[in-house]
């Protein structure tokens, strides 16, 4: 029995990097969910978005460390980040502009805009392969660590070594920032409260003057934000890879759709369920139960209930379940 | 009619220009795909184009059929059955039978907090008392010569066998899908198809006693004859210098068009059932159910069961055309399987095509088929074109002309953004 060191490995294992991996989904469902509830329909150039804004932040990083600029500890790619918005906004718009108006004014389907997505998607594909190329592209520099595994056992003596490092911190506190800064638009700002008033009843909206061009632009500048966002602190904190963040997706539309899709508070708490869960499942939990089980009973095999390969898996039963018995999210969001 | 026939002829002029100008061989490469992509179109057709059921997890299905391919024409590995088959196979019926209890046992438990809590304890037990038995047996078969076999081996059947198996497979995966999505509405469907079909890949990859998972499965069994045996048949010899073609070509032409025979005959058996189905009053109530879900159900139609139904049959044709892929290729690689190149570009063939006439599909899919093959060359030889005033050796030059090969998905993208925009009913549009 030993509980310290159990929670020392649970926190070095599971619950920070979930913690970390949390955050990332849950910027990235508030993309979906948000152009979910102004623009109606479900996104699927999503992960794409996500791409294209990490891309022009690792080029423009690379300019920053071309000239030599360099942010002390933290990574580059934060000082990049704001060109990494900027790019991704002025494409979401030119292709708002160019392709989804012309259906909005149709007013076409929902399930029609969603094929348009995935139009846009394999164009969005395309143009990052075409720039950047397929290959792992790691981009984080400055200080790893924070607390690294050896200090930390020096430190404090015990036999477990906790790290932190500098990326699950920044990926905490920039989502923090985002997230505190969006409710404060939604709820405090004039331009907020007419794009909440344009999701809740578009002809009421309409009917009281708000100019539904304006909401979609705005949402579309703040989408792309949080999806250049959510994108560069996956890839500091992982690397960055076009495949990859196709694939996320997956686990994002979980997110967005167990909270309730169309709400944001909802998004941030599917974000968290869904990366607890996918960690939780696919962690071998031999080192922990080693700790807090009597000797005898310490279990001989790696107690890992999925392999890591079926996180995908996770997400697909926990978003199952959820709509099964309780269709519109934990956060009641809209229906069509 | 007339329009239908222009496209048909359009299409089989690029065929043959195709074929003057690149070589017979590679156009009939061409053809094969483009057929078994025409049938798998037909199948997303009858889902989307039919009933407006929005599937994305065509790659899961497709994998299925895949799947199929080896269960049906690899032989049994004798050895690995008697290592622990018996075991291997009891773990999976233990694990449906625990499945299948909270189900049957659901409705009678009295409703409130403690039967829920009985029922995760019961799936919790479940669950290790299923890997207890699972990962021994697995254990075991995978020991047994892991470097050629690992696995249990099919059924030794001739590999055409593989093909209905396939749609049986994919059917049965639809029915299980259908039965808790259907009911949802129809983003959720989209979002749970293409979690399905990402799980059934990772099974695929994972589930090494299966089909050996991303180690491949090569070598699969042919429905036509090999070409070595070809070159060696006196009478085929005869018969290619009587044609003034060398052996060689003669014979790999020979395998290639009996594939396209074969594919030709699948696809317009499905071509000719799913024409009688759209023609039929089952096609009419089809139509209706899509146009107006609530007119429909207020005249009494069934209208999650008939969506369940055409589910299922638009998977099952999907994989057919699977695991009359895995054929083609003659070998299982888990690894190849990407959603953009397995269910977001059958979606591009269905929509170019024509959503809901089955003709249009057909046509999309050879079309499509042809165009994401030749992107490539065409790609490179407008780089070469872009960057032949550049500088031998510059970065931009060489960086250009390796991009060339992500041109594809580029092009489908716009491919399909302007016929959405521009011609949205598709090439050929529904009647």
């Given at each position: ?28 469902a ?14 699927f150039a999503?992960?794409?978005?996500m ?6 932040t690792?080029?423009?990083t ?11 500890v ?8 704001p ?8 494409f ?33 594909n ?43 911190v ?8 985002a ?27 309409l ?38 963040y ?12 167990v ?5 944001p ?45 079926y ?8 978003l ?10 934990l ?6 | 009619?007339?329009?239908g ?6 299409m089989?002029?690029?065929?043959l ?27 997303v ?6 009933a407006?059921?929005?599937n994305i ?5 497709v ?37 299948a ?10 409703k ?79 979002i749970?198809?293409l ?18 998972g ?34 060689i ?68 044709v ?57 992107v ?6 407008l ?49």
């Amino acid at each position: 029995m030993d509980p310290l060191n159990a929670i020392v490995a649970l926190s070095n294992f599971v619950l920070i990097p979930a913690l970390a991996y949390g955050a990332q989904l849950a910027l990235g469902a508030l993309g979906v969910t948000l152009i979910y509830g102004i623009l109606r329909f479900s996104n699927f150039a999503h992960g794409d978005t996500m791409a294209f804004g990490t891309m022009i932040t690792i080029l423009s990083t690379w300019g920053l460390q071309g000239m030599g600029v360099s942010f002390g500890v933290l990574p580059t790619a934060l000082l990049a980040l704001p060109f990494g918005i900027l790019g991704t906004a002025l494409f979401l718009l030119l292709t708002d502009r160019t392709i989804y108006a012309f259906y909005r004014k149709q007013r076409a389907a929902p399930v029609i805009l969603v094929i348009v997505s995935m139009g846009v998607m394999f164009v969005m594909n395309g143009i990052v392969r075409f720039v950047i190329g397929v290959d792992d592209i790691g981009f984080a520099d400055g200080e790893r660590f924070i607390i690294n595994a050896r200090d930390f056992r020096d430190m404090t003596g015990l036999e477990e070594g906790l790290a932190v490092r500098t990326t699950t911190v920044i990926t905490l506190v920039t989502a923090a920032i985002a997230v505190a800064l969006l409710f404060w638009f939604l709820n405090r700002t004039r331009t907020g409260k007419s794009m909440r008033a344009y999701s809740d009843n578009e002809d009421l909206a309409l009917l009281s003057g708000i100019n539904p061009e304006r909401v979609v632009a705005i949402t579309w500048i703040i989408v792309a934000a949080l999806a250049t966002t959510a994108g560069v602190l996956y890839g500091l904190d992982k690397s960055f890879k076009a495949f990859t963040y196709f694939q996320l997706l997956l686990p994002i539309f979980a997110s967005a759709i167990v909270g309730g899709l169309g709400s944001p508070i909802g998004a941030i708490a599917g974000g968290f369920v869904i990366a607890f869960s996918e960690v939780m499942i696919t962690y071998a939990w031999k080192k922990v139960l080693g700790y807090m089980a009597p000797e005898a009973l310490e279990p001989d095999g790696l107690v890992q209930l999925m392999s890591t390969d079926y996180k995908f898996a996770v997400s697909f039963a926990i978003l199952i379940i959820v709509l099964l018995f309780r269709p519109t999210g934990l956060f009641r969001g809209q229906s069509v | 009619m007339t329009r239908g026939l222009i496209l048909y002829a359009l299409m089989a002029l690029l065929l043959l220009v195709t074929g003057l100008t690149q070589g017979w061989s590679v156009t009939f490469t061409i053809l094969n795909y483009g057929l078994v992509s025409a049938i798998m179109a037909l199948g997303v057709n009858l889902q989307w184009g039919f009933a407006g059921l929005f599937n994305i997890g065509v790659m899961g299905f497709v994998a299925l059929g895949g799947l199929a391919a080896v269960l049906t024409s690899v032989p049994p590995v004798a050895e690995a059955w008697s290592a622990g088959g018996a075991r291997l196979i009891g773990a999976l019926a233990l694990g449906a039978a625990i499945i299948a209890g909270p189900i049957a046992l659901w409705r009678r438990l009295p409703k409130g907090k403690s039967s829920g809590l009985i029922l995760l304890a019961y799936l919790l037990a479940g669950f290790f008392l299923y890997r207890w038995v699972f990962d021994g047996a697995v254990e075991r078969v995978e020991a047994v010569n892991p470097a050629s076999t690992g696995y249990l081996g099919g059924l030794g059947l001739p590999i055409i066998f593989a093909w209905p198996l396939g749609g049986v497979l994919a059917a049965g995966a639809a029915w299980a899908i259908g039965k808790t999505a259907l009911g949802l509405r129809s983003d959720y469907l989209a979002i749970a198809t293409l979690g399905i079909a990402e799980i059934i890949i990772a099974v695929l990859k994972n589930e090494d006693w299966l089909a050996r998972g991303v180690k491949n499965v090569a070598g699969l069994p042919r429905p036509v004859p090999y070409e070595v045996d070809l070159q060696q048949d006196p009478v085929f010899l005869e018969r290619a210098a009587s044609w003034g073609i060398d052996a060689i070509t003669a014979s790999s032409l020979t395998v290639k068009l009996a594939y396209a025979g074969l594919f030709v005959v699948v696809l317009a058996v499905l071509l000719i059932l799913a024409q009688l189905a759209l023609a039929s009053p089952w096609g009419r109530m089809m139509r209706a159910i899509r146009d107006n879900e609530v007119a429909a159900e207020a005249m009494g139609k069934d209208v999650t069961r008939r969506h369940l139904q055409v589910f299922i049959l638009g998977s099952a044709v999907i994989g057919i055309a699977g695991a009359m892929m895995t054929t083609l290729d003659g070998q299982l690689t888990p690894g190849t399987y990407q959603p953009l190149r397995y269910t977001f570009l059958v979606w591009v063939m269905v929509i170019v095509g024509g959503s809901g006439n089955n003709f249009g599909s057909v046509l999309g899919g050879l079309l499509i088929w042809w165009l994401w093959v030749m992107v490539e060359p065409m790609g490179l030889w407008l780089m070469d074109v872009i960057t032949s005033g550049m500088s031998e050796g510059s970065w931009l030059r060489g960086h250009l002309q390796d991009a060339a090969a992500h041109m594809r998905l580029l092009t489908m993208g716009v491919v399909l953004l302007l016929v959405l925009r521009f011609s949205p009913r598709g090439l050929l549009p529904e009647r």
